[in-house]
């Protein structure tokens, strides 16, 4: 059983930065992959990152390309969401995931508000 909890969310104004950070508890098997969604109110929930546990390859969805950075810490069993130029758009509960293995987990989501 994995548990992730997600921290880092809060209210910013346009063109900041947040850092979004996802506790891992138990075993991250290296063909795992994290990963960060979103979703905005009435919106369809989409892919913003992910990175492959063991050789560090990300994945980027093309609104994000060029702003967030993800990143892992295996000693610290974490990823990480650094998000640059925030928009407007960008506004969504970030959820951070585990997939790849027999189940997906699902982390609680935090809230990002960006303003204008």
């Known amino acids: 059983q994995v548990q992730l909890v997600e921290s880092g969310g809060g209210l910013v104004q346009a063109g900041g930065s947040l850092r979004l950070s996802c506790a891992a508890s138990g075993r991250i098997f290296s063909s795992n992959v994290m990963a960060w969604y979103r979703q905005a109110p009435g919106k369809e929930r989409e892919v913003v990152a992910n990175i492959v546990w063991s050789s560090g390859n990300t994945y980027y969805g093309d609104s994000v390309k060029g702003r967030f950075t993800i990143s892992r810490d295996k000693d610290r069993n974490a990823v990480y969401l650094q998000m640059n130029s925030l928009k407007p758009e960008d506004t969504a509960v970030y959820y951070c995931?585990?997939?790849?293995?027999?189940?997906?987990?699902w982390g609680q989501g935090t809230q990002v508000t960006v303003s204008s």
């Open positions: 995931a585990l997939v790849g293995g027999q189940f997906d987990y």
